[in-house]
């Protein structure tokens, strides 16, 4: 019996090392947010089912006749399968094994191995042990912030002590959707000016930055561009306390993160903090000219004037003009009245009509950046690499064309990958073929945003792969009206092993959006 309880609680142990490891790749996901992450516990089931279960009927079975030992050994066995099964999982997003998350581990991990003694009292206290991991990770974070905390403090002042002392010109980029794409687009376009430093992918919090800025920047670099993602009023002003930059864009405001804002005038108040950082300093700020449309805008260009410079179709101090060529690409004129910005045409090797004015306000902010680079930002426009996942264009010959569009989380991008998706495949005489999961972070938009995409997409598809269909049924009802024929899986794989069988050299397929684990399926653990 006792060498059969000892197994018990060595399988245990083995399956709480399992167990920590999802937990915290999920708490990390909710960025250690703790309310956060106990409603996700509950939106993708991280609560315990199969040890639970195998408890309670193998228990039930020693209640009824099975010899305590056997039993035992094989709830043993049970947990191991349960363990090895849970360790096999791949996720989009692995755990990032950083300082503060090993920390967090190892503590949890220590505290449930010593809760697992409870095995010793009796069998049943493992459905408690079990059940605690999410909340001793919560508990472990919370004691853990105070320290942390005086950690981030000291890397912060170090990179903010470094930027000083290195003092490149600061450009701070901002906006609801395209902040990264204008970026990677504004930092190849400046390096006809001199050296840029940029932070890669996604990184636009103060923490982000530090780190990038202690390991990375250098002497050489003349320029320092910085992504500001906003995650509440007063994010940005934060960020800029800490980069303090000469000048900036602001690319859009939209409804890409109402749920976290609520409403968009709130997510229009935090974006203008950079305005209003930047002509504060006495620098200049780029604004796409949608973003006029908001009061704090409206007010800061009136307070600010020739600081604010808007670039737009219509009604902007920068006029574009845009011709779509063979293959999606573009040749952009941008027209200007201000002495400070010359007038200029060149070609944008990028499909997307949504990329027009992303490329436009990272040319426009170069130019008032450094206008004797003019003459030589169309050869460097030509030569603008596809942004990674950002309708990026995979064409291998002999096999269908593939735009990857994973990173887009906004309406208008969507639509706009969308749009070159119906061009393409007409162009090659294929199928139209999306694969999206939808939008998130859309709150009370939610289902308004999602059935204005399922009518876009519904005559503009010849096949539409729904992924996690359930959540978003708005979409998947309008998408069903027209001529598209409408497909409902439970995630990306799913969808590749079908396309796999029937996919053609013509056809084109778009990957729109790919949202991370904690939205794309439920989880059994």
Known sequence: MIIATFLVFAALSYLLYQRTLTQLTYFQQEEYDGSRFLSSCFDVRLYDIRATGATLLILLAIWVGLPDALGLTTLAVAFGL?????????????????????????????????????????????????????????????????????????????????????????????GSFGKTTVKHMFAEVLESSGPVFYSPGSI?????????IRQRLQWSHRYFVAEMGAYGIGSIDRLCAFIRPNFGIVTAVGDAHTERFGSLEAIAQAKSELVANVCENGGTIVLNNDVMAFEPFTLLKT????????????????????????????????????????????ELPLIGEHNVMNSALAVTMALVIDKSTASQIPFFTKSIAQIPHRLQKIDVPGSALILDDAYNSNELGFTSAVSSLDKLAQQRGGRRILVTPGIAELGLEHDRVHERLGTFCSTRCDLIYVVNPNRIESFTKAARHKTAQVIEVP???????GLAKTLRKDDVVLYENDLPDLLEEKRVL
Do not use: C
């Open 82 to 174: 349960i363990a090895f099964l849970e360790g096999k999982y791949r996720y989009k997003k692995p755990l990032a094994k950083t300082e503060r998350a090993m920390r967090i581990w190892r503590i949890v991990l220590v505290i449930m191995t010593i809760a697992a003694l409870l095995v010793f009292w009796h069998a049943i206290l493992v459905i408690l042990v079990v059940q605690l991991v999410p909340f001793a990770m919560i508990a472990v974070n919370a004691v853990m912030t105070p320290f942390q905390e005086r950690i981030n403090a000291s890397f912060v002042n170090q990179a903010r002590e470094k930027l000083d002392r290195l003092n490149p010109v600061r450009i701070a980029i901002t």
């Open 204 to 212: 636009n919090t103060v923490l982000g930055h530090t780190r990038h």
């Open 303 to 346: 307070k600010y004037g020739a600081q604010i410079i808007t670039v737009g179709t219509t009604g902007a101090d920068i006029a574009i003009e845009a011709i779509e060529i063979e293959g999606g690409a573009w040749t952009i004129s941008l027209r200007s009245e201000d002495s400070r910005v010359p007038s200029l045409t060149f």
């Open 491 to 497: 995630n990306f794989s799913t969808a590749r092993a």
